[in-house]
């Protein structure tokens, strides 16, 4: 796992810096009038920039997104804002600049892109540490997807779209603040992603990506970090057009989340931002025996035996009925010497034996030291009873 | 075959019987011979849904209840009744437990406990009406209860061959690749097909001659195997994935 | 590996109440009371929900409750008293917006039986 100290970064990721990141293309004036952030500048010094800058004459072009000042008006962020119950501490205000996605507003001082950003870190981290102490066995693989299925765009959608957040039709500034400002097609420029972009990327798909130069190089689920996000390859235009619109809607949306949780820590501290991914996303319900796709399960369970220093694994037909007939039905059991291993039902003798292997080894990866399992950071809590370590697999089977 | 035909001698079969019971109940009128009766006659449904359900209401098996052995608030127990279906693997295996966790302890205990008492009766109250369980199973069934073996191709390792075997085999197959086959080779040095394909590869040459042998037979395939061939390519795809 | 979409469980809440009122039809009175009465005190204990109140001129008033699974549900609540109309809203804040469907089981659950699926070949069998 990274290393990741999100909190040194999160005083500098929030602090605007005035004339920092603003495109060149700005005016000036532009500049004067939205010159500050959520989190640095207080409401009333920005009524009285406000009023100044009414009086020069020139109109502003319109801004991207709604003005933050308009955020203690709208009806739907006070909503919101009281249907997640978060603290007093969260002003109306960050939430509705978690609501800003940098393809709304490119400008780094005003969308949520760096909220978003430690949110995720504080998502990912948390996500982490509950699955590889719920089932230390769990191969890198199949440990990669599950936190994609808990800490993925696709759920971090589902949960902002169960939190009741609703798109803008078009980001503008006269749009609602309560609702999510982005637009498809936007060439992304702001990498939310941490990674190195590989030199050998260039060779294609003939270029084999190990699994543990994944761990290193690769971003939090195990995804290549690309220069420039292209998808091709797909059957037609507009299927790629749609599939990338979809991924583009559930960055979107999974931002949201990764961002409120990124205001909830910088406002209210580590314990509040824990408890909220603990109700908000590891109480989600996953199966993690759904997620194997075995290869050789014959050849690797054998090789657990000899690893583990068990007796080789040997099959054997438990019950069966119907051998003459059209639909016959086998259960084979596993066994090592005199332990059975798991069991596997099946139309045929091969099949079964197949399939026992297969529940044989996702009892041995599915390993679990209980549903109450204490994880690293339950360390960080006053008063926390002395640390036993969890079960740490040697690894997996090669 | 016409149905009729099979159920008229049926009936003739069963209304013999019922006169039987008939006399047998009007001789002798005891409770036991008109309870045999009733299995020939029974009905399993009724005039209503209510009445139905109500008759075929069953008590719990006794491996539900607690034992009546002791009076009643005699102690704690815990019920174990194994369900009949196949076991998840969310339940770990006992010999996959790690040494430190406390299921692992209580399995050995639970076994320990188990033959000690077994040459005796057995006291263990709940557990004893189904010993089903996987930990006693595989405790009782430690002198040849388990279920018979099946036949199938296993890998026997016998590192029999050393470099000089090795050499001869690529000697070989270099010399004359279409005489000395993998599988004669393997015959010959009592090694796997894999092992010599692995250990003495062929010539480039003979191996693009047996892929183009392979591809002209795969051309006069008709559509039917193609597509079985596919078929069955997918389906092992699925049976990896969990999905049959 | 295949990505497993997560269970979506539909957990419906009120997001938003729209309040449609009339100045001048006599169906309206009702509406217009509560509107003055009894919504700021109820909007103020329900601060989850949106509460958009707005005319609709020569129609009866409706209030539209607008859920987080995307469905509304509309009440019509013509000629009702202001008690009525709060009895008809506290309906809809507590409504989960899905369709009213009959529940015949005790429990439902998304999680997997404990005792598995029965399966005859397993277990000792049961002498009836």
């Known amino acids: 796992m990274k290393r990741i100290r999100p909190s040194r970064w999160s005083g500098q990721l929030l602090q605007a810096r005035r004339g920092a990141g603003i495109p060149a293309a700005r005016t000036p004036l532009c500049l004067a009038v939205r010159c500050q952030s959520t989190s640095s500048v207080p409401a009333s010094d920005s009524s009285t920039l406000d009023s100044s800058s009414s009086a020069s004459p020139p109109p502003a072009p319109p801004l991207p ?65 509950y699955l590889v102490c719920k089932w230390p066995r769990l191969p890198m693989a199949i440990l990669y997807e599950a936190l994609r299925a808990y800490a993925g765009d696709e759920s971090l959608q589902q949960i902002a779209r169960r939190w009741g957040v609703e798109a803008a039709a078009a980001p503008g500034e006269e749009v609602d603040p309560g609702l999510l400002q982005w637009k498809a097609g936007e060439s992304n420029v702001v990498n939310t992603r941490w990674g190195y972009i590989r030199s050998e990327a260039a060779k294609g798909k003939a270029w084999r990506r190990g699994l543990s130069s994944r761990v290193v190089l690769d971003s939090d689920f195990g995804d290549q970090v690309s220069s420039s ?47 909220f991914v603990k109700s908000h996303i590891l109480s989600r319900e996953l199966d993690p025996s759904r997620l194997f796709q075995f290869k050789l399960p014959t050849r690797e369970l054998a090789m657990l035996c000899a690893r583990e220093g068990f007796e080789p694994p040997v099959a054997r037909l438990e019950s069966e009925t119907g051998r003459l007939s059209r639909t016959p039905v086998y259960v084979v059991g596993i066994y090592s010497g005199k332990e059975k291993l798991g069991e596997g039902t099946g139309a045929s003798l091969d099949v079964a034996r197949r399939k026992a292997c297969m529940t044989s080894l996702k009892a041995w990866y599915l390993y679990s030291p209980g549903n109450k399992v204490r994880v690293p950071s339950d360390m960080m809590e006053p008063g926390a009873k002395p640390w036993t370590a969890p079960h740490i697999d040697i690894g997996e089977i090669i | 075959m016409d149905l009729r035909s099979l159920l008229r001698p049926a009936s003739q079969l069963v209304a013999p019987l019922r006169h039987l019971a008939a006399a047998a109940i009007s001789s002798s009128p005891s409770p036991s011979s008109a309870l045999l009766v009733v299995p020939l ?63 692992r302890l209580a399995i050995l205990r639970l076994r320990n406990n188990n033959t000690f008492s077994d040459p005796s009766s057995q006291p263990s109250s709940s557990s004893s009406s189904s010993p089903s369980s996987t930990e006693a199973a595989a405790a009782a069934a430690g002198d040849g209860e388990l279920p018979p073996e ?27 690749p279409l005489t000395w086959s993998v599988q004669r080779l393997a015959r010959k040095f009592e090694c796997s097909t894999v092992f010599v394909q692995m250990a003495a590869p062929a010539p480039e040459e003979h191996l693009r001659w047996l892929r183009a042998k392979m591809e002209r037979k795969k051309e006069r395939w008709g559509p039917i195997r193609t597509a079985a061939r596919e078929d069955r390519k997918r389906r092992a795809e699925m049976l990896y994935r969990g999905e049959l | 590996m ?17 309040l449609h009122y009339c100045d001048w039809a006599g169906s309206s009175k009702g509406m217009n009371g509560f509107i003055k009465s009894l919504l700021p005190k109820f909007a103020a204990a329900n601060p989850q929900i949106e509460f958009a109140v707005s005319p609709r001129p020569g129609k009866h008033p409706v209030i539209v409750g607008h859920y987080i699974n995307g469905r509304t549900k509309p009440i019509c609540v013509r000629n009702l008293s202001p008690y009525e109309i709060l009895q008809k809203v506290e309906l809809l804040r507590d409504a989960s917006g899905e369709k009213l469907r009959r529940t015949n089981k005790a429990v439902l659950s998304t999680k997997p039986s404990v005792r598995g699926i029965w399966s005859p070949y397993h277990g000792k069998g049961m002498a009836v």
């Open chain 1, 65 to 129: 997104a709604p003005s933050f000042d308009r955020a203690p008006q709208s009806a739907k962020l006070a909503a919101l804002h009281a249907r997640l119950s978060l603290s007093k501490k969260i002003p109306l205000q960050t939430l509705a600049r978690a609501l800003v996605t940098p393809s709304a507003d490119a400008n780094p001082n005003f969308n949520n892109a760096n909220l978003a950003y430690l949110g995720s870190t504080i998502i990912n981290f948390h996500v982490y540490e």
């Open chain 1, 229 to 275: 996000s292209s998808s091709s390859s797909s059957s037609s235009a507009s299927e790629s057009e749609r599939l990338e619109y979809n991924t583009l809607q559930s960055e979107a949306f999974g931002s949201v989340v990764q961002a409120v949780i990124g205001a909830i820590y910088t406002h209210c501290g580590r314990d509040e931002a824990k408890a």
């Open chain 2, 41 to 103: 006659i029974s009905t399993r449904g009724h005039k209503t849904t209510a009445r139905t359900k109500r008759s075929l209401k069953m008590a719990p098996h006794d491996s539900f209840l607690p034992s009546r052995s002791a009076a009643f608030p005699a102690a704690d127990q815990i019920i174990y009744n194994p369900p009949a279906s196949e076991a998840s693997p969310e339940h770990t295996p006992f010999i996959f437990l790690p040494r430190n966790d406390p299921r």
């Open chain 2, 150 to 176: 099946m036949r199938y191709k296993r890998r026997q390792p016998k590192y029999n061959l050393t470099k000089e075997h090795i050499d001869e085999m690529r000697r070989l197959r270099a010399e004359d």
């Open chain 3, 2 to 18: 295949t990505v497993k979409a997560l269970r979506a469980i539909a957990d419906g809440k009120c997001k938003k109440l729209d």
